[in-house]
């Protein structure tokens, strides 16, 4: 059974609603990427990784996501000319999604710190964390069975909410891009390759 989540940004000024969340809807997942990494310490803030350097994420597609208040806080990094739009608010710096540069594309990597509910409840929506990415990255230990790169177990989940999202065009509405856009809402800001460099290792 799917519910909907309270979407918040740390200082409030950002609100939205997740609907639809369930396990069946998404994937829980933890990636410990270099460039996961890279942006939360662009971000700056405090507890956007865990002490393996693991950014929570929840995979679920973009008309799943409605911001109703704040919209014009939205910003957006690429930390290389090819790199994923990095989601985030300008207010509090709080991470927001990580999607493709095609609005076409039913994914959005939703920010954990972003959904407003505690852990607890989190884990009861949205389910336990099903897959962890290149632990080969992992700046701490990381639980039994991480995979360095990606799980291969998680293949089959990935396509298979990619093509559901295909199949019921959820790719549109969405907060990132306007309805079928070439280029997303807000102009990304691309970090120059000495800028990435500043972040750690590429």
Same mark, same amino acid.
């Given at each position: 059974?799917?519910?909907?989540?309270?979407?918040? *940004?740390? *200082?409030?000024?950002?609100?939205?609603?997740?609907?639809?969340?369930?396990?069946?809807?998404?994937?829980?997942?933890?990636?410990?990427?270099? &460039?996961? /990494?890279?942006?939360?310490?662009? %971000?700056?803030?405090?507890? %956007?990784? &865990?002490?393996?350097? +693991?950014?929570?994420?929840? /995979?679920?597609?973009?008309?799943?996501?409605?911001?109703?208040? #704040? /919209?014009? /806080?939205?910003?957006?990094?690429?930390? $290389?000319? @090819? #790199?994923?739009? !990095?989601?985030? =608010?300008?207010?509090?710096?709080?991470?927001?999604? @990580?999607?493709?540069?095609?609005?076409?594309?039913?994914?959005? +990597?939703?920010?954990?710190?972003?959904?407003?509910? &505690?852990?607890?409840?989190?884990? !009861?929506?949205?389910?336990?964390?099903?897959?962890?990415?290149?632990?080969?990255?992992?700046? #701490?230990?990381?639980?039994?069975?991480?995979?360095?790169?990606?799980?291969?177990?998680?293949?089959? !989940?990935?396509?298979?909410?990619? +093509?559901?999202?295909?199949?019921?065009?959820?790719?549109?509405? $969405?907060?990132?891009?306007?309805?079928?856009?070439? %280029?997303?809402?807000?102009?990304?800001?691309? %970090?120059?390759?000495?800028?990435?460099?500043?972040? #750690?290792? =590429?």
């Amino acid at each position: 059974m799917s519910e909907t989540l309270e979407l918040k *940004c740390r *200082c409030g000024a950002v609100r939205g609603l997740l609907s639809e969340a369930s396990p069946r809807s998404g994937i829980h997942a933890v990636c410990y990427c270099r &460039d996961c /990494q890279a942006f939360a310490r662009w %971000l700056g803030g405090e507890g %956007l990784l &865990d002490a393996a350097g +693991g950014t929570e994420i929840f /995979q679920t597609t973009p008309a799943q996501i409605t911001l109703h208040t #704040g /919209q014009e /806080q939205l910003r957006c990094l690429r930390l $290389s000319e @090819n #790199g994923l739009h !990095r989601w985030y =608010v300008d207010c509090c710096r709080t991470p927001v999604a @990580n999607t493709t540069g095609s609005s076409r594309m039913p994914f959005a +990597g939703l920010l954990v710190p972003f959904i407003a509910v &505690d852990a607890p409840t989190r884990e !009861r929506v949205l389910g336990p964390v099903v897959a962890r990415l290149f632990g080969r990255d992992a700046t #701490g230990p990381t639980p039994p069975g991480t995979p360095e790169k990606m799980a291969v177990t998680a293949i089959p !989940r990935v396509l298979w909410l990619m +093509g559901r999202g295909l199949v019921h065009r959820r790719a549109q509405p $969405s907060p990132f891009f306007a309805p079928w856009a070439k %280029l997303p809402r807000v102009t990304p800001h691309v %970090l120059a390759p000495e800028e990435r460099a500043a972040l #750690g290792p =590429v």
